[in-house]
């Protein structure tokens, strides 16, 4: 396949990992939010809650802000 074909394709699959991982961190934030981790999580895997539930919570939440912001119509084009 000629590099630029590749290119292409890389772009499309990265693409494709960026847009369902978020709808996973996000499915992950209705649990924590369920399931109250913000206060029962504790300390797994020598991470501590508040470490994970950042990247869950406000790291998500930044990356959506970003999508809406103009970028995920961006991004359909390629899914």
Known sequence: MPRKE???SDAR???RAIW???AMLEALQ?????LD??????TQ???DSTDVLAVVSTTANA??????SGHATNM???L
């Not at 981790?37 to 504790?42: K, Q």
């Open 13 to 15: 699959r990265y693409t």
């Open 37 to 42: 981790y913000i206060n029962t999580l504790g």
């Open 20 to 22: 369902d991982n978020l």
């Open 63 to 68: 990356l959506r802000g970003l999508l809406n």
């Open 76 to 78: 359909a084009k390629l």
């Open 6 to 8: 590749e290119f292409v």
């Open 45 to 47: 895997g020598g991470l």
């Open 30 to 34: 209705r649990e924590a939010v369920a």
